[in-house]
């Protein structure tokens, strides 16, 4: 069993101010968004300009940010909100939805869309291969912080984590930087380096995200606060993934089918 190795969240201090690990992941994230996009358009028939990438890295980020802390708030932890109006801006302590970011992005994907003469489906294709290495490094900051601390362990293997109170429980926030973060890049890399019928490459991705969080919440700890949803076993993370699964797949279907009949 491996102990935790106790990680100070703040990378650096200068004075009074504390940079955070958790905040810097955020960095990490839009950085190599915006990296990859560059990337894409230059090694692609691409109509899409650096200035573009760059505005459309500005509205995600306020979308993540924004749509990530008021989703949390919503869905996690509305009683602390209640009492604590303000905790709402404590994003260095953690605690940001991906399903409540996911939503800020999408009204951030409308209005950068609105505004540059593109559809939806358009700036979220090219999107979508990027966002999983912000993912993955998110979950890195939340495994620094100490949360999403994983379910103990019914067989005991070598990487099962001590989180400090001596059960072998596992390193799910690693699993989730493993899935949501590695494998749903090269998934959704992979399938974009070639030509898709629109709304392909936004349903792969929806629906692949929503497989892995289902599936990698079955190893997670559910928040203390809130419990299992239902059968001792459904958290509220499993609960908000299931739409997603299916939204994916229905927009990968109704691309295929769109594809088909333009021919």
């Not at 573009?52 to 909100?81: C, H, K, P, W």
């Not at 009204?107 to 593109?118: E, G, I, P, Q, T």
């Not at 459904?234 to 769109?258: D, E, H, R």
Request: net charge positive; glycine share 10%.
């Amino acid at each position: 069993m491996i102990n935790y190795p106790s990680i100070d969240p703040v990378a650096l201090s200068l004075g009074s101010l504390k940079i955070h690990w958790y905040g810097l992941m955020y960095l990490v994230g839009f950085v190599a968004a915006w990296r990859l996009g560059v990337y894409r358009i230059k090694n692609s028939h691409s109509d899409w300009t650096v200035k573009q990438v760059e505005d459309l890295i500005f509205y995600g980020a306020l979308g993540v940010i924004l749509g990530g802390r008021i989703g949390y708030t919503l869905f996690y932890n509305f009683s602390s909100f209640i009492d604590e109006p303000i905790s709402i801006f404590y994003i260095w302590k953690g605690g940001m939805s991906f399903h409540g970011g996911l939503i800020g992005v999408i009204a951030a994907f409308f209005l950068f869309a609105h505004n540059n003469k593109k559809t939806f489906f358009q700036v979220s294709d090219f999107m979508a291969p990027m966002v999983p290495i912000g993912l993955g490094a998110g979950r890195i900051g939340n495994f620094i912080n100490k949360e999403l601390i994983g379910r103990p362990m019914e067989s005991i293997m070598p990487w099962a984590m001590d989180y400090g109170d001596h059960i072998a429980r596992h390193p799910s926030s690693l699993y989730q930087a493993i899935s949501e973060g590695l494998l749903l890049f090269i998934i959704v890399w992979i399938y974009s380096s070639k030509p898709r019928p629109q709304m392909a490459v936004s349903g792969i991705f929806v629906a692949c995200y929503g497989a892995f969080r289902f599936c990698t919440e079955l190893f997670r700890a559910p928040d203390a606060h809130i419990g299992f949803i239902a059968f001792d076993w459904l958290t509220m993370g499993q609960l908000l993934s299931l739409p997603m699964i299916m939204i994916g797949i229905f927009v990968y279907l109704i691309a295929i089918k769109n594809k088909q009949e333009s021919k």
